[in-house]
């Protein structure tokens, strides 16, 4: 695509908080190379990445977007990456396709709580690390507090390689540490010698012989500087730190000049993918190798339809080239290359390794497809907490709503969709209120569909806790052939987790004589029939009308589970009996024995993983006491973070989003799973079964 060889590109991703000006960064830099004729700016709805019309509506990113510029002999392709976490899966996606993540920190707000979390991204994702001091003529700016903040939080790896000559209003240039100086220009906060002197001994690390030279009183040569800060920069001994005020231009010049040096060319991070024989090696970046690309992040776009955007990390990818993907029994066929710049786009004939492109109107590619013979790691996204119960305003919109929220699922790894088979509710799961309300307002803007949410049902689940049996005759007579079935049975609690076949002894099933089992619903049938009581060809049925006894629920309408149903006697008739009649006899049956086993409720209960400052672990610990909760440890997440790992039911958590930010002042963050279920306490659940509608036995 680019006649630039592979140790002048340079791929990095704009992560960090949100309002930490990395779009106008973005937009700045495309001003500034001349690579766009006119100003683009984010407030008046001109932006280059902020292109999508809800990021122009609301003023902030909602989706990452790809730019490129050349700038001192080099090729830079950029993504821009929301800042605030409830989009972070757009984030973690972009740091997938690049070498370099430059971290946005907003000098007047300090460190916030996306800036950790996009720091430790960085690094699980292999990522060099810069760190881009933004907004440093803003008002109240304590530039020596906040440096030692980010060597307090990330290391004393966090050295400067420019230093700001005056701050705030009096900000007016920087100065580099990367050489030292004869005279300090008036105004410097900081001793440009002393950070150069700890800039050097960070990188001559690195290389035992310029070391060696270096403690005889010899610097690295200019010729080895970019290799040294490279290899620095990848084993971690240096995170450059560099300051800018985006709007004001003032050191945006040197910000470019930080990233030709500092950024991580595609050959200094080499990439791991399994091969056809299933064995893990590294991708050399050789555009005559064999290729290897994937696809980091999927568009829907209102005109082009699907948009694939993907990186290039071997061989080279041509158009109308036929590819195998991942996955795919088959190889495809590819159309025009696009290269993208914010939402425009025009055709190449090839890309190499290092470049990135776009493929439009491919419906075998997915985020994280590979293409080429090798498998790329998947790419790993949390897990979304948040969940809404979602139906169209108007009727008839179902099959509409549908193919609009598969969607978004299908551009947003972060967003799930599940039609809950208990509940029958269409519920989506996003990372939080936020995120799934931009969803909404996407499927109206974009897709014309209104829909109305509310909390979804918890998903309460019904069991026994003791044995006991009965019997149920259904017969009716009603003119002509009436309906006879009779069914004696005994209820037993089934433990999820009991092996069936140590269960199903002959001491306590004397006369079995075989058994199923469904681990739906962790469900035990044991045919215990002698002397053809019961006929062989209407037990099913009878196995039938429990197993949708069991969907409907009995005590509270919920799913039964953990039940095992012995069927040990019966009566037939020889006319009036069919399967129609044992299935209803089955039913009731396992109704009323079920109610006479002790019933109860069971609950959903979660893992909680709650990271949060450490002076906040005595507000965290209380509110998740009130909430049912349970501490099952405490460990150590960097700096003044600690990670609280608790249990809860699920009932108790479902808005716990916004009171942990509420708790922490936007500083926590959690995951939960699903743990396991468990009895709901006796007071709660006489309240969940008096709101429980039943619904009418038709066939007693």
């Given at each position: 695509m680019s006649n630039y060889k592979i140790e002048n590109i340079r791929n990095f991703a704009l992560c960090g908080h949100g309002s930490a000006g990395k779009t106008t960064l973005a937009d700045k830099m495309l001003t500034v190379t001349g690579t766009i004729a006119r100003p683009a700016s984010v407030d008046d709805g001109t932006s280059v990445c902020d292109f999508d019309e809800i990021a122009k509506a609301h003023h902030y990113s909602v989706e990452s977007a790809v730019v490129h510029f050349e700038y001192a002999g080099k090729k830079f392709n950029v993504i821009d990456t929301p800042g605030y976490p409830d989009f972070i899966g757009q984030a973690i996606g972009a740091l997938s396709a690049v070498e370099t993540a430059a971290i946005v920190v907003n000098a007047h707000s300090g460190i916030e709580v996306n800036t950790r979390r996009m720091f430790s991204e960085a690094g699980k994702a292999g990522c060099g690390r810069v760190i881009v001091i933004n907004k440093m003529d803003?008002?109240?700016?304590?530039?020596?507090?906040?440096l030692e903040s980010l060597k307090s939080l990330f290391g004393k790896?966090?050295?400067?390689?420019?230093?700001?000559?005056g701050v705030g209003r009096d900000f007016k240039g920087v100065v580099s540490t990367l050489r030292p100086i004869a005279v300090v220009p008036p105004g410097v906060v900081g001793d440009p010698n002393a950070v150069n002197k700890l800039l050097i001994e960070s990188i001559v690390e690195v290389d035992d012989e310029v070391m060696a030279r270096y403690f005889e009183g010899t610097l690295p040569t200019e010729e080895e500087l970019p290799r040294l800060i490279d290899e620095a920069i990848v084993q971690g001994n240096l995170i450059?730190?560099?300051?800018v005020a985006e709007k004001s231009e003032i050191g945006l010049k040197e910000l470019l000049d930080v990233f030709a040096l500092c950024d991580l060319p595609p050959d200094k991070v080499l990439r791991k993918a399994i091969n056809e024989a299933g064995e893990e090696s590294l991708i050399a970046p050789d555009p005559d190798?064999?290729?290897?690309?994937?696809?980091?992040?999927?568009?829907?776009?209102?005109f082009v339809q699907k948009v694939s955007y993907l990186r290039v990390y071997s061989g080279t990818l041509k158009k109308d080239d036929n590819v195998h993907i991942s996955g795919g029994r088959k190889n495809i066929k590819i159309g025009p290359l696009l290269e993208v710049q914010g939402s425009e786009t025009h055709v190449v004939d090839s890309a190499g390794p290092g470049d990135i492109v776009a493929i439009a109107k491919t419906e075998d590619l997915h985020t994280g497809t590979t293409l080429g013979p090798f498998t790329m790691p998947p790419i790993k996204y949390p897990r979304p907490m948040v969940s809404l119960a979602a139906t169209p305003k108007s009727r008839g919109d179902e099959a509409k709503l549908s193919g609009a929220l598969h969607k978004i699922v299908e551009e947003d790894p972060t967003f799930h969709i599940d039609r809950d088979p208990q509940t029958k509710e269409l519920v989506m799961t996003g990372m939080s209120e936020l995120h799934l309300s931009v969803v909404r307002e996407r499927l109206k803007k974009r897709d014309k569909v209104d829909i109305d949410t509310k909390e979804p049902k918890i998903p309460y689940r019904e069991t026994i806790q003791?044995?006991?049996?009965?019997?149920?005759?259904?017969?009716?007579?009603?003119?002509?052939?009436?309906?006879?079935?009779?069914?004696?049975?005994?209820?037993?609690?089934f433990p999820h987790g009991t092996d069936p076949e140590t269960f199903c002894t002959k001491n306590r099933f004397p006369s079995m004589r075989h058994y199923h089992f469904d681990p739906k619903n962790n469900f035990l049938w044991v045919d215990s029939i002698v002397g053809g009581s019961i006929p062989n060809n209407f037990l099913p049925a009878i196995e039938k009308g429990f197993k949708e006894r069991m969907e409907r629920g009995i005590i509270?309408?919920?799913?039964?589970?953990?039940?095992?149903?012995?069927v040990h006697f019966g009566k037939y008739h020889d006319v009036d009996s069919s399967e129609a009649a044992f299935k209803i006899a089955g039913s009731m049956a396992l109704r009323n024995v079920f109610q006479q086993a002790k019933p109860a409720l069971l609950e959903p209960i979660v893992t909680l993983h709650i990271t949060a400052p450490s002076d906040k672990l005595g507000d965290i610990t209380s509110d998740l006491s009130g909430r049912r909760g349970r501490v099952a440890g405490m460990e150590s997440a960097g700096g003044d973070l600690q990670t609280v790992i608790a249990m809860a039911p699920l009932a108790e958590v479902t808005t716990y989003a916004r009171n942990l930010s509420s708790i922490t002042g936007g500083q926590g963050s959690f995951t939960m799973?699903?743990?396991?279920?468990?009895?709901?306490?006796?007071?709660i659940q006489r309240d969940i079964i008096e709101r429980a509608v039943l619904h009418p036995e038709e066939d007693e």
């Open positions: 803003a008002d109240n700016i304590d530039f020596p507090g906040l790896a966090c050295i400067p390689v420019n230093l700001p000559i450059p730190v560099v300051c190798g064999p290729l290897v690309a994937q696809v980091f992040k999927t568009r829907i776009d209102p003791a044995k006991a049996e009965g019997s149920y005759r259904h017969k009716k007579q009603s003119g002509g052939r009436g309906q006879f079935g009779e069914v004696h049975i005994r209820v037993y609690p509270a309408g919920h799913q039964a589970q953990d039940v095992c149903a012995e799973e699903f743990s396991h279920y468990d009895v709901v306490p006796g007071n």
